[in-house]
């Protein structure tokens, strides 16, 4: 029997929260995302690794609507995105960057999320309690931006990202200005909080060791392509090609 393998393909993405399917990205006839596939089940962490310049960060922008496709398609909830805006999709993204307001204090960053997403002033109060605590700075509220640490603002951002509940949450580096220390304490946190949440979570990193702390499977990327997809231990102890095991090999 044959089999039309873009049906078949299509169905695949249909049963996904999210799939990429045959994604590309162009720049100025530079390629930062070369026929992209990729599907991502409901209440997984993906974690993304790969060197700088690899189409990363442009992978996740495609998804979150801030960057369009030159060819194929991002579907979530097996809904073609196209022409759907960022604020439409229920995707959440938090940059290494976060950039708190400075001048709001630690509950209005939190709020923001849900202002934007026009919840009733009461609703937000509760809500905005509800996501410090579960971010772990209960009654953290009324602190200033200024007074908080570099974990504890990446905390605060994060609160920030889940506010809206986003079906998808996605993280470009999060933890990428903290120490390890602190990093490896906030991935463990992370990991738990994102399994009681049951939040699908689509992670860039360049620390292996965090991204196979946290991922169900991780993604490899190479010039824009999927240099290899698998569980952790698989990909660790089976690289897929020369590229994947000498990035393995080096330690971040
Ligand atoms: P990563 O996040 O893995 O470091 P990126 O997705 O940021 O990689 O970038 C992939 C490639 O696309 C790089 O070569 C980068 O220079 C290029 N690129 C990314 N964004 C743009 C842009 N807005 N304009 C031109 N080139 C870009
Ligand atoms: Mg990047």
């Not at 060819?71 to 196209?82: I, W």
């Amino acid at each position: 029997m044959t089999v039309d393998t873009g049906k078949r393909r299509a169905e695949r993405g249909a049963d996904s929260l999210l799939a990429l399917q045959g994604a590309e990205v162009r720049f100025k006839g530079h390629t930062a995302l070369d026929t992209v596939d990729l599907e991502v089940a409901e209440h997984e962490i993906v974690c993304v690794l790969g060197p700088s310049g690899s189409g990363k960060s442009t992978l996740l922008r495609v998804v979150a609507g801030l960057q369009d496709l030159d060819a194929g398609r991002v579907l979530l909830d097996g809904r073609d995105q196209r022409g759907v805006p960022a604020h439409r999709r229920g995707v959440g993204l938090m940059f290494q960057d976060h950039q708190l307001f400075p001048q709001r204090d630690v509950g209005g960053n939190v709020a923001f999320g849900l202002r934007m997403h026009g919840a009733a002033k009461a609703e937000q109060a509760a809500r905005v309690a509800e996501l410090l605590e579960l971010v772990g700075l209960p009654g953290a509220g009324r602190r200033a931006v200024g007074s908080l640490s570099g974990g504890e603002q990446q905390r605060v951002a994060l609160a920030r990202a889940l506010a809206p509940r986003p079906r998808l949450l996605m993280l470009d580096e999060p933890l990428g200005q903290l120490d390890r220390s602190l990093r490896e304490r906030l991935v463990v946190e992370l990991r738990e909080l994102f399994a009681e949440l049951g939040t699908t979570v689509l992670a860039v990193t360049h620390d292996q060791g965090e991204a196979f702390a946290l991922a169900d499977r991780v993604v490899v990327m190479r010039d824009g392509r999927i240099a290899q997809v698998g569980a952790p231990l698989d990909v660790w102890q089976r690289p897929a090609d020369a590229f994947v095991a000498r990035f393995l090999g080096f330690d971040n």
